[in-house]
Each structure stands twice: as structure tokens, then as C-alpha cells.
């Protein structure tokens, strides 16, 4: 049971974006895909949801290829959260979420008793059914990121692959998603998601994948992963490390060609 | 914008009012015209099967301008909210792809040949012809897994390609007076068809309005963007075909009967949107009927206003069309401030 990608190498305009990169996450998992800007997190995402072909290499879903599933089983399998988050600001709120569940929904079929019922699920887990009534055009930036998690949330499939979930989100939101994630991942899902802030992902990820130029750098836990060497080599930068009620953590704080910054 | 989002009106209550609407509309437009005409006594020789003047009146005349115009609308009405939802932009409309303008073209092609003056069903024939020409240059163009950018880019190709074709027929023209036919005839009219045109675009169109709500859950998950729609499970090059086809097949035979008949596909469904709660696959149905009642309405309107030779049918559902265009970007503007 995983989803498994071997030797993906994706190519986009002539210029190569992944390069044999293999990557896998299992159920009751959180793996943080981690990199600089540019590094392939985002494409490596697109492969492993299956809406990107790979040039070479391939992935299956608990053993079976996305050919084989076909596209209705896939989307009841693998939910996929996109980074920019377009939606039509008239819409409402609980309108919207109710979309995540048109994979289980007959064409035409109006939503059944188990579609509102996921949907009531996912509202109350993401902590936004206050305002299911509301058009989306008038939510907040960071109220508008969680009803986006709540309709990928309401497709309850089970693997998740999130793109930047909490871009533009205030720290506790930021918590209060990482947390969510992690709960969702312990009730059984395999949550792969894509993060630029490297403390929060050595805190919230069972295991860290660390992209470099295309290539997979590292892969396992974040203790390993995120070592001196590494931060300085791949992100140009050394962190601050401490512990706290046996819980390691690390802070980026300096650039690495800036010696002077304090 | 108020915070709450309108809710929209539950699908089977609206779409029933909507059809009652229609035919009531449709009744009115039968029962409309220049010369005297007792609707029930004709309706009754109709049934009857007697041919008496009034039966006829209604059956060649009344009949199927009456059914042209349902029909034209319905398309025009669906193919726009159809579009607008492919393309994600308010401003799309059933001409965006080009078909239109290359079915007029079609059409002019058989006036300027001669061809619709010695047969009757010569000018909706060009007009398929030349929608069916389009579209098929459309696909070849678009070729499999082509962005929306490469689609709108391709309309525009075929708009201005089509547009210039027809300016050259009007400019070889014999004679003035084939000028002005072609030029009449473009700006759109239900006027003195026959129900051999109904049978002409009658299954065409029941194929694209079949093919265009086939894509409404799809069209739903598109609101969402691409990644996403593709994630739901949605194949997005088989349903740009499916759109494409649909409108080709719906609005090119429109216009081939009717010639051009703007603003209905670009008006109507920003009228119903808040109706169906802002959802794009709600919408298609709710707007073939909007666009429905607004031709219907019009061509009631031209043989009811005192002007002869009536007005173009084109010509006043962009008079009616373009302040509810004047207020949508009144509407938008507050909305982004």
C-alpha cells in the first residue's frame, strides 16, 4: 500500500525539471517535499497526483498504474490540493467544498445523504462551517486557504497531496493546518505535502524529501535529512537547533554568503 | 457584494418556471403578426387537419418563426453559459471559437454564388457547411491537450479569417442590391422561415445541447481550475471537444437559419447565474431557456413596434443586450473595489 514513483524525469520546454527522482508515501504518513525555489516540488507533485506524465519512470497506486485505475477510481484515491486556489468568488462557501465530492457522485445525481454528510465532516474539521454560507470572493486570504483544504479534504480519499497548503496563512492557522494534517494522516490517509518553511516541516513531517535542481537529495527523517551540511549545500543558509521537551528543532537564521547578518 | 452568497433557486423549481415561461412566450409569438389571425380557430383547423387560411397562416408563418426562435435562443443562451464556463471569463460568448462567423460566411457564400436563389434550403445548408468547416479546422489547430490560451487564440484566427472572407464577398458583390441582401440578411431575423428549417437544424441542435450538458459536472469542476478539474477525475481534452462540438453543432445552425443574433449568448447567463447559486453546470440548461424567452421577446418586440420593414432581429437584442452589458461592468467594478 503507497504511492510508489521510481526514476520520474520530467522535461518542460527543453528544459529538465526532475531527473530520476524515485519518491513514495504510505498511509498514515506525512512526507514534506522540501527544496528551494525551482528545486521540482511543485512538478514531482503534479507526477505523483497523476496530472503530469513523466517523461520516464513511473508511478503506481497501491500497485496499480493511473491507466489501469482509470480516472474516476483515481480521483477517488488521490485528492490533490493546487497552489493558487482559483475559485468563482460568488460561489459559496459550502458549494464549493460540496465539489470536492463529484468523484462520488453520479453525473446528475443530486448530492446524496453521504455527500452533505462529508461535507458537514470536513467544514466542522476545518474549522471554517461558521461561514459555509458565504461567497468565496469575500473570505480573508487565510480563511479562503482552509475552505480550499476543506474541499480536498471532502474528496476523503486516501492519499492527499497538497501544494503549499499554508501559504498566506497567520501562525496558528499555519498550526492549526499542520496539526490537521497530521490527524488526518494517524486516521489512516497518506499525506504528501509541498512546504517552504523548514522548521515547521522538521516538526510536522514523519519524513522529509529534499529536492535539489531536479534531483532527490535526501529522503527520511528530519533529523537526518535537514544536517549542517545539507542546509548550507542546498539552501545557502545555517540554522539554530534546539530541543524542547525532547523534541528537537531548528530555526533557519542566517545566510550563509552574508557572514555579518547578526 | 454581500457576504452571504445568494443560494440560488432549487434546479427543478427553476427550470420549471423557466419552461413555463417559454412556452408561454411562445404562444405570444404565435399569436403575433401583421395580418389578423384567430390563434384558436387556427389551431383547431390545424389539429382538425383542415387547410383553410387560418391553418395555414399558422403553419407556414407563425409555427415555425415561433419554434425558430425557441430553438435559436435555447442555443445561443446554453452555447454562451457554455463558454463562459470553459473559458473561466464573463466576457466569452457562443462567437468566441469563430463558428459563428464562419457559418455566416457559409451562408453569404451562397447568396453571393447565386446558390439561394434557386433553392430554398441553399442558405442554412452554406451556413452548416461553413460551421462544420470551422470546426474541424478548430480541432486540427487545437490538436489533443491544447491550453485555453491556444483556444481563444485559434477563434480570433478564425473570427478575422471568416470576418474578411465575407467583407470580400460583400466587396465582388454583382450589384448593390446583393450587397444589401447579404448584409440584411447578417444582421439576423426569424422572418419567413419555413418548418423545413426547423427539420433542418432540429436534430443538429438536440446533438450539441446534449453534447454541451453532458460537460456540466466537468464545467463545475473547471471553476476550480485545471489541476484541479483533472484531479476530480474530469478529462479536460475530451471536454474542450465535447464544448466545441456542441457549440459548433448548436450555434453554428442557428446562425445558418437566422443569420447573426448578438448579446443573447453573452447576456442571458450572467442574468441567471445568481439564480442557480453561481454553479457553471447549473447554469446551461437555466440559459438555453433565458435565451429562449430574451429571442422570443424580441421578435414579438419588432413585429409589435411601428416600424416597417420590421427591425433586424440582431439589431434589437443588441439594443436590449448592451445596457445589461453597460451594467455588468458597473456591477464589476464595485465588486473589485
Redesign the interface.
Known sequence: MAITASGITVSLGGKPILQGVDAQVRPSEVLGLIGPNGAGKTTLLRVLAALLAPDRGSVDYDGAAARELGRAMLARRVAFLAQGGEAPAALSVEALVGFGRLPHRRPFAEAAEADRQAVARVLALCDVESFAGRAVGTLSGGERRRVLLARALAVEAPYLLADEPLAGLDPQHQLDSLQLLRRISRGGTGVVVVLHDLALAARFCDRLLLLDRGRRVADGPAADVLDDVRLAQVFGVQALRGAHAGEPFLMPWRTLDNEATP | ???????GIRPAPLLGLLALAVLALTGASMAVGYAPLALGQAVADLLAGQKSLPALVLYELRLPRALLGALVGFSLGMAGAAMQGLL?NPLAEPGVIGISSAAAFGAVLTFYSGLSASLALALPLGGIAGALVATVILFILLGRGASTTTLILAGVALNSFAGAATALALNLAPNPYAALEIVFWLMGSLADRSMNHVALVLPLMLLGWVLLV?T??AL??L???E??A??????LGWLRARLIGGAALAVGSAVAVTGAIGFVGLVVPHLL??LV????GRLLVASGFGGAMLVLAADIGVRLMPVRPELKLGVVTALIGAPFLFALVQRLRR?AM
Open positions: 457584494m454581500t457576504p452571504q452568497a445568494s443560494p473561466r453532458s456540466a459536472p463545475d469542476a471553476s476550480l481550475g489541476d484541479t483533472a484531479s476530480l477525475g474530469f478529462d447565474r445568481p447559486g453561481h454553479r457553471p465588486e
